[in-house]
């Protein structure tokens, strides 16, 4: 591919290393396995459709194991001028001669084939960050079950305003995490669809089967618009936008942790494994990891910046400026966020509750004065602002060391000829009767608690289905390439003799539109 008949030159050296790299070898590592995959499926599907001799795709199938068997030795090394896809066609072809060595790319382009290795890349990647997002969730919900009764004081402004529960802070956040999982599940909908035969984007005349070579690779649904599926990487900026939000809340949460463990605060403390010390201060404990949590979670959104703005006012079409460089800051920030979710883990499933601590900070910064200035309006005449107002006087003089809460509340209900209740000035208490408005009284936090584990199984189980329904693809594929090594492989559905563009883009209309075949329907779970 140095000479392609109308570009008779090689790309300018100085360019090379900038857009395709001088090695190939970390390409082998991330992209070259799913050229191999890709190949093979659509070997199997040419063969399968009568389009391509079962015997030059033997002596392909044949290279390309020698390959896969030698770790790529023959590629590693080398300099890739026109990308590592054309470097590996280029091997085939010297291996096996200009006809069979140069027949896998028939009825594809590069375009298609990059926007598949995305999507396979994205596979175990998107899969780990799902499954981490899970098993914070699910630490955030045992922590919730395990400390439901704990008072502590809920803060706005960093200022203690009600008496909640350990628990029900851990569930709420347990909610808004599970509320990003289904975002990122939602983005990652588009890695259903296989690119695969939309060719440069005007898809082909040649009769492919690419439900086939979908249902190989283990997606769910082949190309549905050949433009679409070449020129579109909102798939990109959707994973990054749902990781950024994901970012947000782990962010937050890392924020609450980090201050709760101060010396100031004491409402949590975290074992020696998940603090450091000072190379100058010996008296320090600092929760660093929290503040990498803090750094990772903002990645994604960086990335999402760059990348909508790579993608930003291109035209609509393959274009490098898309598929590559809005590409490119994905990786990074999605391994950013998943390791801030695992190391958010690890400081939630550490973290030490101090009830007594959490109690007195309840106690000592009034959280029960809403709680009173409720109880004067249900027990007299006043409105909630006149009661909000009398209650306010009342925690002023506590505050400053004049009459203590309870007898200056005791004295105002009698005046007003209301009922006290003591209980009404317990933390504790307080938080166990808000059984209204999702607060944390047991009777409601237990109800939370049901949903909440309900949505976590629903989405555990889409995560190890998906992940088995890749695996079967992989099963599928083996077995497929075995079949035409051996000769086994179903007969050709479309004619060779077929020749002219409209009888092939009719047998490809009837190929799309025909029943799955029995592997097909493993592979999509039918």
Same mark, same amino acid.
């Given at each position: 591919?140095?000479?392609?008949?109308?570009?008779?030159?090689?790309?300018?050296?100085?360019?090379?290393?900038?857009?395709?790299?001088?090695?190939?070898?970390?390409?082998?590592?991330?992209?070259?396995?799913?050229?191999?995959?890709?190949?093979?499926?659509?070997?199997?599907?040419?063969?399968?459709?009568?389009?391509?001799?079962?015997?030059?795709?033997?002596?392909?199938?044949?290279?390309?194991?020698?390959?896969?068997?030698?770790?790529?030795?023959?590629?590693?090394?080398?300099?890739?001028?026109?990308?590592?896809?054309?470097?590996?066609?280029?091997? /085939?072809?010297?291996?096996?001669?200009?006809?069979?060595?140069?027949?896998?790319?028939?009825?594809?382009?590069?375009?298609?084939?990059?926007?598949?290795?995305?999507?396979?890349?994205?596979?175990?990647?998107?899969?780990?960050?799902?499954?981490?997002?899970?098993?914070?969730?699910?630490?955030?919900?045992?922590?919730?079950?395990?400390?439901? &009764?704990?008072?502590?004081?809920?803060?706005?402004?960093?200022?203690?305003?009600?008496?909640?529960?350990?628990?029900?802070?851990?569930?709420?956040?347990?909610?808004?995490? %599970?509320?990003?999982?289904?975002?990122?599940?939602?983005?990652?909908? &588009?890695?259903?669809?296989? @690119?695969?035969?939309?060719?440069?984007?005007?898809?082909?005349?040649?009769?492919?089967?690419?439900?086939?070579?979908?249902?190989?690779?283990?997606?769910?649904?082949?190309?549905?618009?050949?433009?679409?599926?070449?020129?579109?990487?909102? %798939?990109?900026?959707?994973?990054?936008?749902?990781?950024?939000?994901?970012?947000?809340?782990?962010?937050? /949460?890392?924020?609450?942790?980090?201050?709760?463990?101060?010396?100031?605060?004491?409402?949590?403390?975290?074992?020696?494994?998940?603090?450091?010390?000072?190379?100058?201060?010996?008296?320090?404990?600092?929760?660093?990891?929290?503040?990498?949590?803090?750094?990772?979670?903002?990645? @994604?959104?960086?990335?999402?910046?760059?990348?909508?703005?790579?993608?930003?006012?291109?035209?609509?079409?393959?274009?490098?400026?898309?598929?590559?460089?809005?590409?490119?800051?994905?990786?990074?920030?999605?391994?950013?966020?998943?390791?801030?979710? %695992?190391?958010?883990?690890?400081?939630?499933?550490?973290?030490?509750?101090?009830?007594?601590?959490?109690?007195?900070?309840?106690?000592?910064?009034?959280? @029960?004065?809403?709680?009173?200035?409720?109880?004067?309006?249900?027990?007299?005449?006043?409105?909630?602002?006149?009661?909000?107002?009398?209650?306010?006087?009342?925690?002023?003089?506590?505050?400053?060391?004049?009459?203590?809460?309870?007898?200056?509340?005791?004295?105002?209900?009698? &005046?007003?000829?209301?009922?006290?209740?003591?209980?009404?000035?317990?933390?504790?208490?307080?938080?166990?009767?808000?059984?209204?408005?999702?607060?944390?009284?047991?009777?409601?936090?237990?109800?939370? /608690?049901?949903? %909440?584990?309900?949505?976590?199984?629903?989405?555990?189980?889409?995560?190890?289905?998906?992940?088995?329904?890749?695996?079967?693809?992989?099963?599928?594929?083996?077995?497929?390439?075995?079949?035409?090594?051996?000769?086994?492989?179903?007969?050709?559905?479309?004619?060779?003799?077929?020749?002219?563009?409209?009888?092939?883009?009719?047998?490809?209309?009837?190929?799309?539109?025909?029943?799955?075949? @029995?592997?097909?329907?493993?592979?999509?779970?039918?």
């Amino acid at each position: 591919m140095e000479s392609t008949g109308r570009i008779r030159r090689q790309l300018d050296p100085r360019a090379r290393p900038i857009v395709f790299g001088d090695q190939v070898d970390g390409a082998l590592r991330d992209e070259f396995p799913h050229y191999l995959r890709i190949d093979r499926a659509h070997l199997v599907m040419l063969v399968e459709q009568g389009i391509l001799p079962a015997q030059s795709a033997r002596r392909l199938l044949g290279a390309m194991a020698e390959l896969e068997a030698d770790d790529y030795a023959a590629l590693r090394g080398r300099a890739a001028p026109r990308g590592l896809y054309l470097l590996y066609e280029n091997h /085939l072809i010297e291996r096996l001669g200009d006809r069979d060595g140069g027949a896998v790319h028939l009825a594809r382009s590069r375009n298609d084939i990059n926007a598949t290795v995305l999507r396979l890349r994205l596979r175990p990647v998107v899969d780990g960050l799902a499954r981490e997002v899970l098993r914070l969730a699910a630490a955030l919900l045992r922590g919730a079950e395990r400390h439901a &009764e704990m008072v502590m004081p809920i803060y706005t402004h960093h200022q203690a305003a009600l008496p909640v529960t350990w628990g029900h802070y851990l569930s709420g956040v347990a909610a808004a995490l %599970l509320r990003d999982a289904e975002g990122i599940e939602a983005a990652a909908a &588009e890695l259903e669809r296989c @690119p695969l035969g939309a060719g440069a984007a005007g898809g082909t005349t040649v009769p492919i089967d690419t439900e086939r070579t979908a249902a190989l690779l283990g997606f769910r649904r082949g190309v549905l618009h050949s433009l679409d599926a070449v020129a579109s990487r909102d %798939l990109v900026l959707r994973l990054l936008s749902a990781a950024a939000v994901l970012g947000v809340t782990l962010s937050r /949460l890392a924020t609450d942790l980090q201050l709760w463990s101060t010396a100031e605060f004491g409402l949590i403390a975290f074992p020696d494994e998940l603090v450091g010390s000072s190379s100058m201060m010996p008296q320090k404990r600092n929760a660093f990891l929290l503040e990498h949590v803090q750094g990772r979670a903002g990645a @994604p959104l960086g990335a999402f910046s760059a990348a909508a703005m790579s993608m930003h006012a291109t035209p609509f079409s393959n274009s490098v400026a898309v598929g590559t460089e809005g590409v490119r800051p994905l990786w990074n920030a999605l391994q950013q966020v998943t390791e801030a979710a %695992l190391l958010a883990r690890l400081c939630v499933a550490g973290a030490q509750p101090r009830p007594d601590a959490m109690r007195r900070r309840a106690v000592e910064g009034f959280t @029960p004065a809403t709680e009173l200035a409720n109880r004067l309006v249900l027990g007299s005449d006043l409105s909630f602002r006149q009661a909000h107002h009398r209650v306010g006087e009342l925690v002023a003089a506590a505050a400053e060391g004049g009459e203590p809460m309870a007898a200056s509340a005791e004295r105002c209900f009698a &005046e007003l000829g209301a009922l006290f209740d003591a209980a009404w000035l317990d933390p504790a208490r307080v938080a166990a009767s808000a059984a209204y408005g999702g607060g944390p009284a047991p009777s409601s936090l237990r109800r939370v /608690l049901a949903e %909440l584990r309900a949505a976590w199984g629903a989405a555990a189980s889409r995560v190890r289905e998906r992940s088995r329904r890749w695996r079967r693809g992989d099963a599928a594929l083996d077995a497929a390439v075995a079949a035409v090594l051996a000769g086994t492989h179903p007969a050709g559905s479309a004619a060779s003799t077929q020749s002219t563009a409209s009888t092939a883009s009719t047998a490809s209309t009837a190929s799309t539109a025909s029943t799955a075949s @029995p592997m097909q329907e493993r592979v999509h779970g039918a």
